[in-house]
């Protein structure tokens, strides 16, 4: 009867247009009320607690950090000390555009960000020097999604605060993960270049040591960020929250000194992560509210047995929750996707034996291939948007399939080989 009311009640909430967060909320509400004995205000100190916790705070100052950077003009630095450096190289500029990604990624923490960054930068540029304006858009797409597993990732982040896992080690694992999966997108630029329909234009500028070189010096502000982010975090001088809050005191600095940051830039840039964090914060506590009646009413222990009678092992289960990932990334966005299904999937994968920092990393993988899954891939449409519909959502699709399939290709090699994810935390945690 559980599982009956609560599909109904979410089919029936979403299909009026209600708000995720609300949807979520008022379905825990409904479960706690007539099939918990009305114990409703369990789901109010489960709010409380949530919005209280220390370790949430660093959300909304990752956030901040993100639309600051990307209001500063930063990114365009980034590029253009990066450009040099991939100048002689089979795809040339398009390296560059993943090589940012990467950078920017490890110090926004948001996959739509970095995308939106580094494509208002690099998308009218390289058409301008003759590049495909399709492929283009598939590798900023792509290199978007990296936002979301390299540290600080916002996503990482969340999942560690709702489901009280350890933060560092969360970034820790998607260290590696991230760098191995930019280090594939560099190769298939590699293939894609040297095999096919030419996708970048002749290159005529000679290489020079010298020049890249000095493109690297420019970007020296960006490991200083870096290390305040990050650094402080695993050298254990400062928590998540801590290290978020000096990453934006340092933006801030980096942005009026070395970017193009102004007074009313910086005002817009706070207001806009205030609104994103609001709707954040809202589907948090429709979610704990949520997974609040779930966990009380048993739903992750009986979903496991029903699966258990299929006579499924837990690659089996593994197997299907990564299907369910991959269908309803069709339909949500990556944040929404991760909490409205932690509630259930977290507490069902790790009685499993499943390590639950390996599955952190898992889901974040599942949620970067529906940023570049049709319909709502939402790198797809800002990067759509970014080139004034010059690029449809379609073509920046089918663009982001080679992408798509080595993100999934990554999710597989993690299964069979967590310890590419779990060896770092073991050994610096």
Not at 321 to 346: A, K, Q, W
């Amino acid at each position: 009867m559980s599982w009956i009311i609560l599909g109904s009640s979410l089919a029936v909430l979403l299909g009026t247009g209600a708000l995720l967060g609300a949807a979520l909320g008022l379905t825990g509400f409904i479960l706690l009320h007539f099939q918990a004995n009305g114990a409703t205000a369990l789901a109010i100190n489960s709010a409380w607690n949530l919005l209280t916790d220390f370790t949430l705070s660093a959300v909304p100052l990752f956030i901040m950090l993100g639309d600051i950077l990307l209001a500063s003009g930063v990114s365009t630095r980034v590029y253009n000390g990066l450009t040099p450096l991939f100048r002689c190289m089979p795809g040339q500029l398009l390296h560059t555009n993943i090589a940012v990604c990467t950078l920017f990624g490890a110090v926004s923490g948001s996959s739509t960000s970095t995308a939106a960054a580094i494509g208002s930068v690099s998308y009218p540029e390289l058409k301008r020097r003759g590049y495909d304006p399709t492929t283009v858009v598939g590798t900023l797409a792509a290199g978007g999604t990296l936002g979301l597993l390299i540290p600080p990732s916002l996503s990482l982040l969340i999942y560690g605060a709702t489901q009280d896992v350890s933060i560092g080690r969360l970034f820790l694992a998607g260290l590696i993960p991230g760098a191995l999966i930019s280090l594939a997108f560099f190769a298939w630029i590699y293939v894609r270049a040297k095999v096919g329909s030419a996708v970048a234009p002749v290159s005529h500028e000679p290489f020079s040591w010298r020049e890249a070189g000095a493109g690297l010096l420019q970007v020296w502000p960006l490991p200083i960020l870096i290390f305040f982010v990050l650094g402080t975090i695993y050298m254990g001088i400062a928590t998540p929250t801590e290290a978020a809050a000096m990453g934006v005191g340092v933006s801030i600095l980096l942005g009026f000194f070395w970017g193009d940051l102004t007074g009313p830039l910086l005002w817009t840039a706070l207001k806009r992560s205030a609104i994103m964090f609001s709707a954040i914060a809202m589907i948090l506590v429709g979610t704990v509210i949520l997974a609040q009646a779930v966990s009380l009413l048993g739903l992750p222990r009986a979903a496991v047995g029903m699966i258990g009678e299929l006579g499924l092992d837990r690659y089996g289960v593994l197997l299907m929750v990564v299907l369910v990932y991959l269908v309803l990334g069709c339909f949500f966005d990556g944040i929404s996707l991760l909490l409205m299904t932690l509630p259930i999937t977290f507490p069902m994968v790790t009685s499993l034996g499943f390590d639950p920092v390996w599955f952190g990393v898992i889901v974040t993988l599942l949620m970067e291939v529906g940023m570049i899954t049709p319909p709502v891939g939402l790198n797809l449409f800002v990067l759509s948007s970014i080139t004034k519909g010059e690029v449809g959502v379609p073509g920046a699709a089918r663009a982001s399939l080679p992408y798509w399939v080595i993100l999934l290709v990554a999710v597989g090699v993690l299964t069979l080989f967590p310890q590419i994810a779990l060896w770092l935390p073991e050994v610096l945690a």
